[in-house]
């Protein structure tokens, strides 16, 4: 049954994402319960659960601010096994051996830095038009060139609860695969090794301790219940406000460029109160580059 009553106000939701389910699941659910377009903010593998941070409405066309926004994962990597998918979820093959706690310490900071990462076969992808997992899945031989990506840290944290396998803690920058990682960590060490779990602990600002579990979602909340959970868009975005005399306002407003006193640099713009857009000021002048009314 569709939903006619849409959600007044514009954010964000910060979903905890259980692992089973696409990422495409949560937002359909959310554009059903807010009779709004919504979208998400980074995808999980359906093996993946986690933060989701899901933008409804005009928050999507913030994104782009997000992009580069550090994130943290809880990551297991089970050793002595290949998979085409490079996690658990594909066709295992053992292969390899299982190394020791302190081979892979030794070897963890070669992982750290700005690399080229060369992403999975089967991810989304673009290859001459079509998703890196649809010719994976359907025997298509192809390559795909290495990405810059930033990796902050790798730590350590255990054993895993799977056999063979360890717990990592991993901080890296938008676009890094994990399951890369996990591919590239077993080739310094000579071995195979597949991601076997992970979870999103931490996407910019949005961290799993403040969280919606999905099963809340579910409960087909009335739109007075969700608003609740509504994250407002301009508290999530790291950027001072941007304060112009009355003529000014209205000159940025109608879309004219207005000199600016302030640093170059983005800024929160606010009509009458209400959250207004993205402003930029540039050689001292400023205009608005985002609107989201």
């Known amino acids: 049954m569709k939903r006619t009553e849409k959600i007044k106000n514009y954010g964000f939701f910060n979903v905890d994402k259980p692992s089973g389910i696409t990422s495409s699941t949560v937002v359909n659910k959310c554009k059903w319960l807010t009779a709004t377009p919504c979208g998400h903010m980074g995808t999980l593998d359906p093996l993946a659960s986690g933060v989701l941070p899901v933008g409804i409405g005009n928050a999507t066309r913030l994104f782009d601010y997000f992009l580069e926004k550090e994130k943290e994962y809880i990551a297991e990597f089970t050793f002595g096994v290949s998979s085409d998918t490079l996690d658990s979820t594909g066709d295992l093959t053992p292969c390899g051996r299982v190394p020791s706690a302190e081979e892979i310490v030794q070897v963890l900071p070669s992982l750290i830095g700005e690399i080229d990462q060369i992403p999975p076969k089967f991810s989304a992808k673009n290859v001459n038009g079509r998703r890196g997992y649809e010719l994976a899945r359907a025997g298509v031989e192809f390559e795909l060139p290495a990405k810059r990506v930033k990796i902050f840290s790798v730590e350590l944290l255990g054993s895993g609860e799977s056999e063979n396998s360890y717990q990592f803690k991993i901080r890296c920058g938008g676009g890094t695969y994990i ?15 597949v991601m076997s779990a992970l979870k999103r602990t931490k996407s910019g600002v949005f961290e799993l301790k403040t969280a919606i579990p999905f099963s809340i979602l579910q409960q087909d909340l009335p739109v007075s219940e969700l608003e609740k959970y509504l994250i407002p868009t301009e508290s999530v975005l790291p950027f001072p406000s941007l304060m112009l005399t009355a003529k000014k306002a209205e000159r940025i407003f109608n879309g004219v460029a207005v000199e600016a006193e302030q640093a170059d640099g983005l800024y929160k713009l606010y009509k009458e109160e209400a959250f ?14 985002t609107k989201l009314c």
């Open 276 to 289: 207004y857009g993205i402003a930029e000021v540039k050689n001292g002048m400023a205009r608005a580059k």
């Open 179 to 193: 399951r890369s990682i996990a591919r590239d960590l077993a080739f310094a060490l000579k071995t195979n090794a």
